[in-house]
């Protein structure tokens, strides 16, 4: 039974996975903006514990004593941390550049480039202190493959931040007791909401359509993350829910998939 720390785990990927490190046996460290929210996301998880345990606490990511706080809330709590996942993750409005306003401009650099690095120095760190390590995986998204779409410029330019930056990391500590390595979720069904998709524009229509039909359910999503993570061995590990290849291949597939990519149901 391991210890899992997730950032950004009261909604969305992070907490589809802590249902599923939960669901495996292991005891969750749930963390978010709020004590209202992790308390909320708590309630609903309890029922997945069965055997293993949750703690939480709330944490800014982007506030490095905030982060410190986290891992000595679950160090203290169950004695050790395992595994640590920056996952925490801010996404923009779909605008352009120049329609960006300032406020959220900053706070998607500082959410999901300065939240992953402070998470990673503060886990290497107090991982360093124990006996076995222990791994810490940071969370890729649109854009760290270089991929570029307008209206996602700075969410992509983070995220392919994030991804220089581990593997940055994944260098350094090559031969030592810290592991490293990659998560990438691809496109899942809480990342960007639909909407009324009839009142959109044509172009702004089509690139929904698109979303839609690369998107997967959190559940099938995390599911198979997590269990990657649980049975990797391998410094520096890209664990990916869709390769390019696989990408294409859907793409390809689609119109023969008798499906509604316009809403959840249809998968």
């Keep these: 039974m391991s210890v899992v720390v997730i950032t950004g785990s009261t909604r969305g990927t992070g907490f589809g996975l802590a249902r599923e490190f939960l669901q495996h046996g292991h005891n969750v460290m749930v963390s978010g903006r709020t004590q209202s929210a992790v308390d909320a996301a708590v309630s609903s998880l309890s029922k997945d514990a069965r055997t293993a345990r949750i703690f939480d606490l709330p944490c800014g990511v982007t506030d490095r004593a905030q982060v410190q706080a986290l891992w000595d809330g679950a160090a203290k709590e169950f004695g050790v941390v395992e595994y640590w996942i920056n996952n925490a993750g801010f996404i923009h409005s779909y605008k352009k550049i120049t329609d960006l306003p300032s406020e959220e401009f900053q706070k998607i650099i500082q959410v999901n ?68 390595g990659y998560l990438n979720p691809a496109i899942v069904m809480t990342d960007l909401g639909m ?73």
């Design 113 to 180: 480039v300065t939240g992953v690095i402070n998470g990673t120095q503060v886990a290497s760190i107090g991982m360093g202190d124990q006996p076995d390590g222990g791994w810490i995986y940071n969370m890729e998204g649109f854009g760290s493959d270089g991929m570029t779409r307008p209206g996602l410029a700075l969410y992509g330019t983070t995220k392919r931040a994030v991804t220089y930056f581990t593997g940055s990391a994944i260098k350094e500590f090559k031969g030592s007791k810290i592991k490293i």
């Design 195 to 267: 909407g009324d998709t009839k009142k959109l524009p044509k172009e702004e229509r089509r690139k929904k359509r698109f979303l839609m039909l690369i998107r997967d359910t959190i559940e099938d999503v995390t599911a198979d993350l997590v269990a990657r993570v649980l049975s990797n061995t391998d410094h520096g590990k890209r664990i990916a829910w869709m390769t390019k290849l696989e990408l294409l291949g859907r793409v390809l597939a689609s119109p023969f998939i008798k499906r509604d990519p316009m809403t959840p149901a249809g998968y």
